[in-house]
Protein backbone atom coordinates (compact mmCIF):
# COMPACT_ATOMS: atom_id res chain seq x y z
CA UNK A 1 0.00 0.00 0.00
CA UNK A 2 1.57 3.53 -0.98
CA UNK A 3 2.02 5.59 2.32
CA UNK A 4 -0.11 9.05 1.53
CA UNK A 5 1.52 12.11 2.70
CA UNK A 6 -0.67 13.70 5.86
CA UNK A 7 -0.28 17.24 6.09
CA UNK A 8 -1.52 18.44 10.33
CA UNK A 9 -2.78 21.48 10.38
CA UNK A 10 -2.64 21.23 13.74
CA UNK A 11 -1.49 19.00 16.47
CA UNK A 12 -2.60 19.19 20.15
CA UNK A 13 -0.44 19.42 22.95
CA UNK A 14 -0.55 16.52 25.47
CA UNK A 15 -1.81 18.55 27.86
CA UNK A 16 -4.69 18.41 26.23
CA UNK A 17 -5.50 15.13 25.84
CA UNK A 18 -4.15 14.86 29.97
CA UNK A 19 -6.98 17.11 30.91
CA UNK A 20 -9.71 15.72 28.92
CA UNK A 21 -8.27 12.15 30.87
CA UNK A 22 -8.43 13.80 33.82
CA UNK A 23 -11.92 14.47 33.21
CA UNK A 24 -12.80 11.75 32.15
CA UNK A 25 -11.25 9.68 35.30
CA UNK A 26 -12.85 12.79 37.49
CA UNK A 27 -9.83 14.50 38.69
CA UNK A 28 -8.46 17.57 38.68
CA UNK A 29 -5.13 18.88 38.63
CA UNK A 30 -4.91 19.22 42.38
CA UNK A 31 -5.72 15.30 42.57
CA UNK A 32 -3.21 14.63 39.88
CA UNK A 33 -0.32 16.61 41.83
CA UNK A 34 -1.11 14.81 44.75
CA UNK A 35 -0.64 11.46 42.84
CA UNK A 36 2.11 12.19 41.47
CA UNK A 37 4.00 13.58 44.02
CA UNK A 38 3.91 17.11 41.75
CA UNK A 39 3.21 20.63 43.00
CA UNK A 40 -0.23 21.64 41.82
CA UNK A 41 2.24 24.49 39.61
CA UNK A 42 4.36 21.68 37.79
CA UNK A 43 0.79 19.85 36.87
CA UNK A 44 -0.76 23.26 35.22
CA UNK A 45 2.21 24.23 33.62
CA UNK A 46 1.75 20.17 31.66
CA UNK A 47 -1.92 21.16 31.28
CA UNK A 48 -1.22 24.49 29.62
CA UNK A 49 2.03 23.14 27.57
CA UNK A 50 4.53 25.68 29.69
CA UNK A 51 6.75 22.96 30.23
CA UNK A 52 7.81 19.30 28.37
CA UNK A 53 6.57 15.77 29.41
CA UNK A 54 9.83 14.36 30.19
CA UNK A 55 10.72 10.49 30.74
CA UNK A 56 9.88 11.00 34.53
CA UNK A 57 6.61 12.76 34.51
CA UNK A 58 5.28 10.04 31.54
CA UNK A 59 6.58 7.48 33.95
CA UNK A 60 4.17 8.94 36.64
CA UNK A 61 1.33 9.71 33.86
CA UNK A 62 1.70 6.28 33.26
CA UNK A 63 1.28 5.10 37.13
CA UNK A 64 -1.59 7.39 37.76
CA UNK A 65 -3.52 7.03 34.14
CA UNK A 66 -2.37 3.58 33.03
CA UNK A 67 -1.73 5.01 29.71
CA UNK A 68 2.10 4.32 28.91
CA UNK A 69 4.68 6.43 29.49
CA UNK A 70 5.93 6.20 25.77
CA UNK A 71 2.60 7.10 24.72
CA UNK A 72 3.20 10.51 26.38
CA UNK A 73 6.71 11.28 25.45
CA UNK A 74 5.50 10.37 21.36
CA UNK A 75 2.62 12.95 21.87
CA UNK A 76 5.11 15.35 23.13
CA UNK A 77 7.67 14.88 20.74
CA UNK A 78 4.83 15.10 18.00
CA UNK A 79 3.64 18.39 19.49
CA UNK A 80 7.58 19.76 19.62
CA UNK A 81 7.93 19.01 16.17
CA UNK A 82 4.16 20.70 15.09
CA UNK A 83 5.73 23.91 17.10
CA UNK A 84 9.31 23.56 15.70
CA UNK A 85 7.94 23.66 12.15
CA UNK A 86 6.06 26.28 12.46
CA UNK A 87 8.30 28.06 13.92
CA UNK A 88 10.38 27.66 10.88
CA UNK A 89 7.80 28.19 8.42
CA UNK A 90 6.99 31.36 10.33
CA UNK A 91 10.89 32.64 9.59
CA UNK A 92 11.51 31.96 6.46
CA UNK A 93 8.16 33.87 5.32
CA UNK A 94 9.92 36.98 4.95
CA UNK A 95 12.82 35.31 2.57
CA UNK A 96 10.62 34.77 -0.27
CA UNK A 97 13.40 36.75 -2.28
CA UNK A 98 15.90 34.64 -2.02
CA UNK A 99 13.11 31.73 -3.52
CA UNK A 100 12.72 34.48 -6.28
CA UNK A 101 16.69 34.71 -6.89
CA UNK A 102 16.71 30.91 -8.48
CA UNK A 103 16.01 30.37 -12.29
CA UNK A 104 12.68 29.33 -12.50
CA UNK A 105 13.46 26.31 -14.85
CA UNK A 106 14.50 24.20 -11.58
CA UNK A 107 10.65 24.22 -11.24
CA UNK A 108 9.67 23.82 -14.82
CA UNK A 109 12.13 21.04 -15.28
CA UNK A 110 10.59 19.23 -11.82
CA UNK A 111 13.97 19.70 -10.21
CA UNK A 112 12.09 21.17 -7.69
CA UNK A 113 8.47 19.98 -6.94
CA UNK A 114 5.76 22.26 -5.16
CA UNK A 115 2.35 20.62 -3.75
CA UNK A 116 -0.59 22.18 -5.04
CA UNK A 117 -0.90 25.33 -2.94
CA UNK A 118 2.14 25.48 -1.81
CA UNK A 119 3.88 27.40 -4.67
CA UNK A 120 5.19 29.69 -1.85
CA UNK A 121 7.21 27.61 0.40
CA UNK A 122 10.81 27.69 0.87
CA UNK A 123 10.81 24.03 1.87
CA UNK A 124 11.17 22.62 -1.79
CA UNK A 125 13.81 24.51 -2.75
CA UNK A 126 15.97 24.01 0.77
CA UNK A 127 15.43 20.49 0.61
CA UNK A 128 16.86 20.08 -3.39
CA UNK A 129 19.47 21.71 -1.98
CA UNK A 130 19.85 19.56 1.40
CA UNK A 131 20.32 22.54 3.30
CA UNK A 132 17.96 23.97 6.66
CA UNK A 133 17.90 27.63 5.77
CA UNK A 134 18.95 30.12 3.29
CA UNK A 135 21.34 31.72 5.64
CA UNK A 136 23.05 27.81 5.44
CA UNK A 137 22.97 27.84 1.38
CA UNK A 138 25.14 30.98 1.76
CA UNK A 139 27.79 29.45 4.03
CA UNK A 140 28.11 26.47 1.62
CA UNK A 141 27.56 27.54 -1.71
CA UNK A 142 29.00 31.36 -1.79
CA UNK A 143 31.19 31.11 2.07
CA UNK A 144 33.62 29.00 0.60
CA UNK A 145 32.23 26.05 2.36
CA UNK A 146 31.41 23.93 -1.14
CA UNK A 147 32.49 20.70 0.23
CA UNK A 148 34.94 19.31 -2.47
CA UNK A 149 38.57 18.13 -1.49
CA UNK A 150 39.43 22.04 -0.76
CA UNK A 151 36.58 24.58 -0.63
CA UNK A 152 35.81 26.84 -3.26
CA UNK A 153 33.19 30.02 -3.13
CA UNK A 154 30.10 30.49 -6.02
CA UNK A 155 30.09 34.09 -4.51
CA UNK A 156 32.04 35.65 -7.58
CA UNK A 157 30.41 34.11 -10.41
CA UNK A 158 27.55 35.65 -12.25
CA UNK A 159 25.06 33.73 -10.98
CA UNK A 160 25.58 31.60 -8.04
CA UNK A 161 22.09 30.69 -7.48
CA UNK A 162 21.93 28.60 -10.59
CA UNK A 163 25.43 28.05 -11.10
CA UNK A 164 24.29 26.23 -7.56
CA UNK A 165 21.29 24.65 -9.15
CA UNK A 166 23.05 22.99 -11.39
CA UNK A 167 26.16 21.29 -9.18
CA UNK A 168 23.51 19.89 -6.76
CA UNK A 169 21.38 18.62 -9.63
CA UNK A 170 24.32 16.13 -10.37
CA UNK A 171 25.29 15.25 -6.75
CA UNK A 172 21.17 14.40 -6.98
CA UNK A 173 21.55 11.70 -9.92
CA UNK A 174 24.89 10.76 -8.83
CA UNK A 175 23.30 9.98 -5.51
CA UNK A 176 20.44 8.13 -7.94
CA UNK A 177 23.13 5.57 -8.90
CA UNK A 178 26.08 4.60 -6.61
CA UNK A 179 29.33 4.07 -8.03
CA UNK A 180 31.74 1.96 -5.95
CA UNK A 181 34.52 4.68 -3.99
CA UNK A 182 37.69 4.89 -6.13
CA UNK A 183 41.41 5.42 -5.76
CA UNK A 184 43.23 7.82 -7.18
CA UNK A 185 46.30 6.38 -8.82
CA UNK A 186 44.12 2.86 -9.65
CA UNK A 187 41.57 5.05 -11.63
CA UNK A 188 44.54 7.20 -13.36
CA UNK A 189 45.98 3.24 -14.54
CA UNK A 190 42.93 2.50 -16.03
CA UNK A 191 42.46 5.69 -17.89
CA UNK A 192 45.71 5.65 -19.42
CA UNK A 193 45.31 2.06 -20.50
CA UNK A 194 42.04 3.24 -21.88
CA UNK A 195 42.75 6.46 -23.23
CA UNK A 196 42.87 4.76 -26.62
CA UNK A 197 39.85 3.44 -27.00
CA UNK A 198 38.14 6.73 -25.49
CA UNK A 199 39.93 8.96 -28.25
CA UNK A 200 38.43 6.22 -30.78
CA UNK A 201 35.15 6.70 -29.74
CA UNK A 202 35.58 10.24 -30.21
CA UNK A 203 36.78 9.51 -33.62
CA UNK A 204 33.31 7.69 -34.79
CA UNK A 205 31.04 9.69 -32.75
CA UNK A 206 32.53 13.07 -34.53
CA UNK A 207 29.12 14.05 -35.91
CA UNK A 208 25.55 14.73 -34.57
CA UNK A 209 22.73 12.26 -35.40
CA UNK A 210 21.14 13.81 -38.42
CA UNK A 211 17.34 14.87 -36.99
CA UNK A 212 19.40 16.67 -33.60
CA UNK A 213 19.79 19.98 -33.89
CA UNK A 214 21.94 20.11 -30.75
CA UNK A 215 23.46 17.16 -28.31
CA UNK A 216 20.13 16.40 -26.24
CA UNK A 217 20.79 13.55 -23.29
CA UNK A 218 18.08 12.39 -20.96
CA UNK A 219 15.23 15.41 -20.78
CA UNK A 220 11.66 14.99 -21.07
CA UNK A 221 11.45 17.27 -23.64
CA UNK A 222 14.11 15.53 -25.96
CA UNK A 223 12.96 13.96 -29.58
CA UNK A 224 16.38 12.83 -29.86
CA UNK A 225 18.27 10.76 -27.60
CA UNK A 226 22.11 10.81 -28.51
CA UNK A 227 23.48 7.16 -27.53
CA UNK A 228 27.10 8.50 -27.79
CA UNK A 229 26.25 10.02 -24.66
CA UNK A 230 25.45 6.60 -23.14
CA UNK A 231 28.27 5.06 -24.48
CA UNK A 232 30.81 7.46 -23.23
CA UNK A 233 29.61 6.51 -19.84
CA UNK A 234 29.39 3.08 -19.62
CA UNK A 235 33.08 3.20 -20.79
CA UNK A 236 34.24 5.95 -18.14
CA UNK A 237 31.87 3.86 -15.67
CA UNK A 238 34.19 0.66 -16.35
CA UNK A 239 37.52 3.21 -15.68
CA UNK A 240 35.79 4.44 -12.13
CA UNK A 241 34.84 7.61 -13.41
CA UNK A 242 31.21 9.25 -13.57
CA UNK A 243 30.21 10.93 -16.04
CA UNK A 244 26.75 12.59 -15.71
CA UNK A 245 24.86 15.37 -18.42
CA UNK A 246 22.52 18.12 -17.05
CA UNK A 247 21.06 20.96 -18.55
CA UNK A 248 22.77 24.20 -17.87
CA UNK A 249 21.00 27.91 -17.30
CA UNK A 250 21.69 30.77 -19.56
CA UNK A 251 22.68 32.89 -16.65
CA UNK A 252 25.26 30.24 -15.95
CA UNK A 253 25.90 28.55 -18.77
CA UNK A 254 28.50 25.94 -17.52
CA UNK A 255 29.92 23.66 -20.20
CA UNK A 256 31.34 21.04 -17.93
CA UNK A 257 32.93 20.53 -14.12
CA UNK A 258 35.04 17.97 -12.71
CA UNK A 259 35.38 16.98 -8.59
CA UNK A 260 35.58 14.14 -7.05
CA UNK A 261 31.75 13.33 -5.25
CA UNK A 262 32.10 10.79 -2.52
CA UNK A 263 35.63 9.47 -3.75
CA UNK A 264 34.09 8.93 -7.05
CA UNK A 265 35.96 11.35 -9.91
CA UNK A 266 32.97 13.03 -11.45
CA UNK A 267 32.88 14.79 -14.87
CA UNK A 268 29.67 16.45 -15.51
CA UNK A 269 28.47 17.98 -18.56
CA UNK A 270 26.10 20.27 -19.75
CA UNK A 271 23.30 17.82 -22.51
CA UNK A 272 22.69 20.50 -25.01
CA UNK A 273 25.63 21.29 -27.17
CA UNK A 274 24.98 22.98 -30.48
CA UNK A 275 28.54 21.22 -31.46
CA UNK A 276 29.40 17.61 -31.16
CA UNK A 277 33.36 19.04 -30.82
CA UNK A 278 32.11 21.41 -28.57
CA UNK A 279 31.16 18.51 -26.56
CA UNK A 280 34.35 16.63 -26.88
CA UNK A 281 36.99 18.91 -26.00
CA UNK A 282 35.46 19.55 -22.78
CA UNK A 283 34.92 16.11 -21.80
CA UNK A 284 38.54 15.85 -22.98
CA UNK A 285 39.27 18.77 -20.45
CA UNK A 286 37.77 17.03 -17.36
CA UNK A 287 39.69 14.14 -18.04
CA UNK A 288 42.97 15.83 -17.96
CA UNK A 289 42.15 16.95 -14.54
CA UNK A 290 40.93 13.08 -13.68
CA UNK A 291 44.87 12.33 -14.98
CA UNK A 292 46.80 14.39 -13.81
CA UNK A 293 44.97 16.36 -10.69
CA UNK A 294 43.72 14.23 -8.82
CA UNK A 295 41.34 14.98 -6.00
CA UNK A 296 42.31 18.30 -4.95
CA UNK A 297 40.13 20.93 -6.80
CA UNK A 298 37.42 21.44 -8.36
CA UNK A 299 36.88 23.21 -12.18
CA UNK A 300 34.24 24.78 -14.09
CA UNK A 301 34.23 25.52 -17.64
CA UNK A 302 32.30 28.23 -19.83
CA UNK A 303 32.19 30.35 -16.36
CA UNK A 304 33.88 33.45 -14.64
CA UNK A 305 35.21 31.86 -11.65
CA UNK A 306 38.82 32.59 -9.98
CA UNK A 307 40.96 29.10 -10.59
CA UNK A 308 43.34 28.70 -7.48
CA UNK A 309 46.02 27.33 -10.50
CA UNK A 310 45.79 28.50 -13.87
CA UNK A 311 48.73 26.66 -15.11
CA UNK A 312 46.19 23.41 -14.44
CA UNK A 313 43.68 24.53 -16.72
CA UNK A 314 46.42 25.25 -19.57
CA UNK A 315 47.46 22.11 -19.22
CA UNK A 316 43.99 20.34 -19.46
CA UNK A 317 43.59 22.37 -22.23
CA UNK A 318 46.61 21.19 -24.12
CA UNK A 319 45.71 17.89 -23.36
CA UNK A 320 42.21 18.18 -25.11
CA UNK A 321 43.58 19.54 -27.99
CA UNK A 322 46.16 16.70 -28.40
CA UNK A 323 43.14 14.16 -27.94
CA UNK A 324 40.85 15.92 -30.24
CA UNK A 325 43.60 16.22 -32.90
CA UNK A 326 43.80 12.48 -32.34
CA UNK A 327 40.06 11.68 -32.79
CA UNK A 328 40.58 13.94 -36.02
CA UNK A 329 38.94 16.83 -35.03
CA UNK A 330 40.20 20.20 -36.44
CA UNK A 331 41.30 22.49 -33.39
Not at 116 to 136: H, M, R, T
Not at 232 to 254: D, H, M, T, W, Y
Request: hydrophobic share 40%; with cysteine.
Amino acid sequence: MNEKKIELWHVPSPGMELAEKLEEMGLDANDLAARMGYTPKAVNDILQANCRITPDSAIALEMVTEIPAIYWLRRQMSYDEFISRERIKASLSDQSLWKKSFPSEVVVREWVRYDKGDEKSLIPLLKFFAVASPQAWDRYYKDARLKVAFRISLAEVKDPYAASAWIRRGEILADRDPMEKQEQIPVRKCLKAALPEIIAFAAANKALPKRAKNITYTTPEADVVDDCMTGLQEICRKIGIRVLFVQNFKSAPIHGMYRWYKDVPLIQLHDRFEKRATMWFTFFHELAHVLYHGKKGICLQNIEITHNHPEKEDEANCFAQKCMLEAGFEV
